[in-house]
């Protein structure tokens, strides 16, 4: 039965040649010709006739067709119109697959999930298009929906990035910004060579799952990301320069934010980089708390 699924060369190239399709560089667009990544992505998600799993760009529908065996029902957001007949074609068999021409980023997803899925969890599992991988996760990690994990393939080097650890090159505002929610762990890394067309670099399959609360207590969210945002704004500059940067450089300022950094214990001659997530709690909780 392998040799009929999507996700193999032969097939691959059966249905580009039928619909004579070529793939769109500008939306990320890369086919996987391997069922086993596929079957390892489903057994990193763990994934039973109980949940439900929505996709982002299916594509030609290889990594659809997988989730629909695993899962209860799986929702997919397909940008591309021409993609659209080929889904229907290819997943044919399927009566639990929903495939929306939408951009996720657009999509109102309370409204859909009400609308497509009954009871059971929600997990996202996807290809992301490279290019905009980061402003999707926050999507679902924003939102007011329940999604109980993420499992996603992006580039190698973001998933480093997102997983990183204080005092590492990868590490950065990405790196807190996620964690900060969900606990990232990069299951497994993806050849370029198992996609068509090939990619330039290696996939990670991340997997993401939500912090019943986030990992440090903060008291004015926007303020901690504003913080963290702003420590990382020019890398090679201290702490202090950065929030002169961030928050003026008049007096006022600066007593305010030399209180806070001595509040929070923390050198101001450090570099963003060096503090971890819970020492730009402390920082920020100290800058909400004193008021400028």
């Known amino acids: 039965m392998t040799d ?7 097939r691959t190239n059966e249905i580009m040649k039928k619909y004579n399709l070529k793939t769109k560089k500008s939306l990320g667009q890369n086919f996987i010709t391997d069922p086993n990544i596929l079957e390892k992505i489903v057994t990193t998600a763990q994934l039973d006739k109980f949940t439900n799993v929505v996709e982002v760009g299916p594509g030609i529908g290889g990594l659809t067709e997988i989730l629909a065996q695993h899962s209860k029902k799986v929702l997919a957001y397909e ?4 993609l659209l007949p080929v889904l229907a074609d290819t997943l044919q068999q399927y009566d639990n697959i929903t495939v929306l021409h939408q951009d996720v980023l657009q999509a109102h997803l309370a409204k859909d999930f009400a609308e497509n899925f009954e009871a059971g969890p929600v997990k996202v599992v996807a290809n992301l298009p490279y290019y905009i991988t980061t402003p999707i996760m926050m999507h679902f990690l924003e939102s007011d929906v329940e999604v109980a994990q993420l499992v996603v393939m992006m580039q190698k080097e973001v998933a480093e990035r997102i997983t990183a650890k204080p005092n590492s090159k990868a590490y950065g505002s990405l790196s807190i910004a996620v964690q900060y929610f969900m606990d990232a762990q990069i299951a497994f890394i993806v050849p370029k060579t198992v996609f068509v067309p090939q990619p330039n670099v290696d996939s990670a399959i991340l997997s993401l799952e939500k912090r019943s609360e986030p990992l440090v207590s903060v008291v004015d969210e926007k303020q901690f990301f504003k913080l963290v945002k702003g420590a990382f704004q020019l890398r090679r500059k201290t702490l202090w320069n950065n929030l002169l940067s961030m928050y003026g450089k008049d007096e006022a ?3 305010w934010l030399t209180e806070a950094l001595q509040t929070a214990e ?14 730009f709690a402390r920082l920020s909780n100290a800058l909400v708390n004193s008021k400028l």
């Open 4 to 10: 009929k699924l999507i996700a193999t060369p032969s």
């Open 79 to 82: 940008l591309d119109q021409r």
């Open 253 to 255: 300022v600066r007593t």
């Open 266 to 279: 923390i050198d101001p001659i450090r570099r963003g980089e060096s503090l971890s997530i819970e020492d």
